[in-house]
């Protein structure tokens, strides 16, 4: 549920690899970028329901959960950045690794590609970090337009 | 799913408590396996505390590296793909440090390092080196370390560049044809003992025959400064050190930092000031990599000083002598001699131990130079400097399990073989080049050898390459799959 006590679908995608070197599945890639949306009604294949409460951010619902486990740091950076430049403002991705440089990394790349790095959580077999993309943005047109509201 | 913080960096473990209480007990475990080793071989013979020594230097520098995640492959392509300096300000804080403390060794005369030539080789052996260490994701110490955290494709990566190099030093047959001639002419004037086969091999002729003619001195030396002192703390340390690491700081700032330092709007900008201030907050941004490297570069330059002091207290120059005077002859060079560097070193180690393995297959390792001459073939678990490598991969797996960070991981088939190719450009690079990122780079250009920032030229070439390529093959692969959508 988010912060309205309304139901939130969260993408989970898992980076799968297809073939040799692959990179992403089609499925995979189609939802990273967008392109494909699930049908209405009807949850996606890894779909589930979550949000999380970010101390000093409040009740948050994750846009986008990228599953890095057992993959390269360089794969992980780059196809996080590649994720940061796809999502639209306000969305909240929640990056899942095992890799400890990749953790460490991730923290210090989100503001070059407009995300705030909100927390880092340590899971017993990986880590979850989320960024929010361009979250100033997003929250200065919360603010005008609770202020056109009120008005 | 685990608590929450919104701590930038810090994290919270959420393991259950009887976890962690595993994980510290396997820890103790770990490091009372080597506690046991060095007594008890001390209580055999009092002369393998020089063995010891290795090992509880590579001990901290496990720790270390692991505490940093210190990664040279992660500083250049971190700085290439994402914009990401924290790695690059912690290898060049490492970098400064260990120039002081060499300093001051070297100014006492208790160094044991030995300029690398200078030439060409190294840029090419650190770029084939830098885009090899891309593809595995880790550099030498860096697999080493991953391989104490338990990732099995860091260890693929070790394997591949120890047997890679094991192999390339005895290569000849067809490759004698990429010999130039003057290079044979000139390794056959060396005189060499028959056995080694001097003129036969791709490895031999390489460096009996170009590397053994190129200079090879430090800067302290070149600059003839007569004062030891001055000699290493400005030749070596502030000339090829200190002013090389604050430039390549200033100009990280200025392509990498500054933009986002100053886009911070609790900024005022007060000029010089405020570009003074960005400086220094690129370098304390990291607070964990900027520890590991003041402990990195102060136990580097402390390791030789101690190896130096029990090289004095025995009376040798080469561990060999000792090994020899202990009665243990097998796998010692034809100069009863084994490597024996004196300071923080990777690579060479792990081809004794591919090396050895082969050898006991039927190969003659011995017939090289590499090992023949100069490195012997000691049994591994007599091999000096091999132990400060198992005791590395056991400080990191120690500060793993007691962060609760050390996870068993297994590789898949795409990352193996990426592991292993990469491996072999890494065990390729590290022979031409005559190190790695550690002994060819890290333990050269902090004791005044300018070679190394040669290497670190063609490391970082190598590495953008490598970005480049990863990038690309990234970008290739998913305009393939959008196609093939039909969307």
């Given at each position: 549920m988010n912060r309205n006590g309304e139901r939130v679908m969260v993408k989970e995608l898992t980076i799968r690899k297809s073939g040799f070197l692959g990179i992403l599945d089609p499925g995979s890639l189609a939802e990273l970028l967008g392109l494909k949306a699930s049908e209405p009604g009807k949850p996606m294949a890894g779909v589930k329901e979550e949000w999380v409460e970010i101390s000093g951010y409040g009740c948050l619902y994750v846009t986008l959960s990228l599953n890095f486990i057992a993959d390269t740091c360089l794969r992980t950076n780059l196809l996080t950045k590649r994720a940061l430049a796809e999502a639209a403002d306000g969305d909240v991705i929640e990056i899942i690794t095992d890799n400890l440089s990749s953790v460490e990394t991730i923290p210090f790349m989100s503001p070059n590609y407009n995300?705030?790095?909100?927390a880092t959580c340590q899971d017993a077999q990986c880590w979850r970090i989320y960024v929010q993309k361009n979250a100033a943005a997003t929250q200065e047109m919360e603010e005008k337009s609770d202020g056109s509201r009120d008005e | 799913m685990g608590h929450v913080t919104n701590n930038s960096v810090s994290v919270q473990a959420v393991d259950a408590e009887s976890g962690e209480n595993h994980n510290i007990l396997r820890a103790y475990l770990v490091l009372g396996f080597f506690v046991v080793v060095s007594l008890w071989t001390f209580s055999v013979d009092t002369r393998f505390i020089y063995l010891s020594a290795y090992l509880w230097f590579g001990f901290i520098y496990g720790m270390a590296l692991q505490y940093g995640r210190f990664c040279m492959a992660s500083a250049i392509r971190d700085l290439f793909a994402?914009?990401?300096p924290r790695m690059a300000v912690g290898i060049m804080i490492a970098i400064v440090l260990f120039s002081l403390v060499s300093a001051y060794v070297t100014a006492v005369g208790k160094s044991t390092f030995h300029a690398s030539p200078l030439g060409l080789y190294c840029v090419i052996g650190g770029l084939v080196f830098g885009v090899g260490m891309v593809f595995t994701g880790g550099c030498a110490s860096g697999s080493l370390y991953k391989t104490g955290e338990g990732s099995i494709a860091a260890l693929l990566v070790v394997l591949s560049l120890s047997f890679t190099q094991a192999i390339f030093v005895d290569l000849g047959g067809w490759l004698n044809n990429l010999v130039p001639a003057a290079w044979t002419a000139s390794a056959a004037a060396?005189?060499?003992?028959?056995?080694?086969?001097?003129?036969?091999?791709w490895y031999d002729q390489f460096t009996a025959g170009y590397i053994w003619d190129l200079p090879a001195k430090t800067i302290g030396e070149v600059a003839h400064f007569s004062n030891p002192f001055v000699a290493a703390f400005i030749g070596n340390s502030l000339i090829n050190s200190f002013l090389p690491a604050v430039v390549i700081l200033a100009l990280i700032y200025v392509r990498w930092y500054r933009k986002s330092y100053l886009r911070d709007k609790s900024i005022v900008y007060r000029g010089w000031r405020t570009e003074l201030a960005g400086y220094w907050s690129m370098i304390t941004a990291s607070r964990r990599t900027a520890i590991a490297g003041l402990i990195l570069g102060v136990a580097a330059g402390l390791h030789m000083w101690v190896m130096q002091g029990l090289q004095q207290h025995f009376g040798i120059l080469n561990v060999g002598e000792l090994l020899k005077a202990m009665g243990i002859t097998s796998g010692l060079s034809i100069q009863d001699t084994v490597f024996d560097p004196g300071y923080f070193y990777i690579t060479t180690q792990e081809a004794q131990g591919a090396g050895w393995v082969l050898q006991k297959l039927g190969v003659n390792e011995m017939s090289n130079i590499f090992f023949g001459l100069d490195n012997g073939l000691p049994n591994p678990i007599l091999n000096p400097v091999l132990w400060m490598s198992f005791a590395l991969i056991g400080g990191s797996a120690v500060m793993a399990l007691l962060n609760n960070e050390f996870k068993l991981k297994w590789p898949s088939a795409e990352i193996a073989i990426w592991a292993v190719f990469g491996g072999i450009l890494m065990g390729l690079g590290a022979r031409i080049g005559l190190g790695c990122n550690i002994g060819a780079f890290f333990a050269t250009v902090t004791n005044g050898d300018p070679s190394g920032w040669l290497f670190g030229l063609g490391m970082t070439l190598g590495g953008f390459i490598g970005v480049k390529f990863f990038n690309w093959w990234i970008e290739r692969k998913m305009a393939k799959e959008v196609v093939g959508l039909e969307l």
């Open positions: 995300g705030l790095h909100l | 994402v914009g990401v060396k005189n060499l003992p028959a056995v080694l086969t001097p003129t036969d091999g």
